[in-house]
């Protein structure tokens, strides 16, 4: 990590954040060169901060956001951050859908997600069709590989071949209170998958033909259906994840990528082959105890990210160098013992510096962020928790 960042923050008492605005910036602008004119929809989630989503959506190659929650969704809208937020996982909030149907503003503004006429019956169950106007509804389809009984990606959509969604669109068309303006399919096992192993690879290649061809022939099949109803087409077709900018953007079918963790660049991202970000974001803890010569304690440093527990959900200490955790007892989450010869330099009071596996995640630990440009502290900025919102 860059001296001149650990430098403008030397004088502060850890625990804090910082955030490294020009490398958040520069990743950004990678992006953006990576999808070859595609548009990104900024993923909220990986973010987590209000004033970076706004900042990021004001660079060229970003247009809306990619929400995950309805309250958040409502929230970025009536703050002004955006008047242009599909929300990526079906709601089950009757308050929130109660909210955004009785409000003009926020019905232009939100796309809901739904797979099944189970969430239509539930939406319908809030406020009738025949008491509202029409919903904007993205069609949430499952983009996994699938090889004989072998499920390989997130378990999302019951939607997954062109005749399934076909018929969905069908049901959707044969009820009042609803508009069809995107499709959806996020290619988990591609975008969010390690480069770590032969197999992997080979997964990957297996699995972008496989949903290339797919996922076009169910783009085709909707907008065939929309068109013999006589009802506008497709607004867009989302799909990708940082980790599959380039695939996913080859795709005719496509016309926008979600994305957000690579702005972080996170620990995960170290183990991927084709790109390579630049980190642009640390929690730092203090060193309040020494156990041996060799190793210290610092407060905290438990903020272990979601999914299958194995080492790469871990934090990665980024400095100083080559400090290893006691694999009796990990990451802490009110202590973290710490051993290497790097320890020997340090003192109690000392900043360690960590960065996360997942981006956004530990953000819901911090009320702040310290943002630091050209060397300097230029500001501090709230995270959603900080200004009093948590959508987990």
């Known amino acids: 990590m860059k001296a001149e960042i650990r430098t403008a923050v030397e004088h502060l008492d850890a625990p804090f954040a910082v955030l490294d605005l020009d490398a958040a910036l520069a990743n950004a602008a990678d992006m953006v060169r990576r999808a070859a004119g595609t548009p990104i929809r900024l993923a909220s989630k990986s973010i987590r901060i209000r004033q970076l989503i706004s900042t990021i959506l004001e660079q060229p190659g970003y247009e809306g956001v990619l929400a995950y ?9 009536e703050t002004g951050t955006s008047d242009n937020v599909l929300v990526a996982y079906p709601s089950a909030h ?16 939100i796309t809901l997600m739904v797979d099944s006429v189970e969430h239509l019956n539930f939406i319908d169950s809030v406020v009738p069709p025949t008491e509202r106007g029409r919903l904007r509804i993205c069609i949430d389809v499952d983009a996994s590989l699938e090889i004989g009984k072998f499920h390989i990606g997130a378990l999302r959509s019951p939607l997954r071949s062109a005749e399934e969604v076909r018929d969905f669109v069908r049901c959707v ?54 068109r013999k109803a006589g009802l506008p087409p497709l607004e867009f077709v ?10 996913t953007s080859a795709e005719t079918s496509v016309t926008e990528i979600g994305a957000g963790s690579g702005i972080i660049g996170s620990a995960l991202f170290d183990h991927y082959k084709n790109f390579s970000p630049q980190p642009a974001e640390w929690f730092v803890v203090p060193v309040v105890r020494r156990p041996t010569p060799t190793t210290v304690t ?8 979601s999914g299958p527990v194995g080492k790469d959900r871990q934090p990665v200490v980024d400095w100083p160098e080559q400090l ?8 802490g989450e009110v202590q973290t013992p710490l051993t290497g010869e790097a320890a020997r330099t340090l003192h109690i009071g000392d900043h360690v510096w960590m960065r996360p596996s997942k981006a956004g995640e530990h953000t819901e630990y911090i009320d702040n962020i310290m943002v630091v440009a050209n060397g300097e502290v230029v500001d501090e900025w709230p ?8 959508f987990v």
């Open 69 to 77: 929650n309805l309250n958040e969704a409502i929230w970025l809208v």
């Open 173 to 226: 068309r044969s009820r009042a209170g609803f508009t069809i303006v995107g499709l959806m399919a996020y290619e988990g096992q591609i975008a969010g998958t390690t480069d770590t192993s032969p197999a992997i690879a080979l997964m990957k290649k297996l699995s972008v033909k496989e949903l290339a061809q797919r996922r076009g022939e169910i783009v085709d099949a909707v907008s065939e259906e929309l």
């Open 238 to 247: 989302n799909g990708g994840g940082t980790g599959s900018i380039e695939t």
């Open 383 to 390: 995270t959603y928790r900080g200004e009093g919102r948590s």
């Open 94 to 109: 009757k308050e929130a859908i109660h909210r955004l149907i009785t409000d003009e503003h926020l019905c232009r503004s």
């Open 324 to 331: 290893k955790t006691n694999p009796l007892e990990g990451f």
């Open 298 to 305: 610092v407060a905290g440093g438990g903020r272990v990210a």
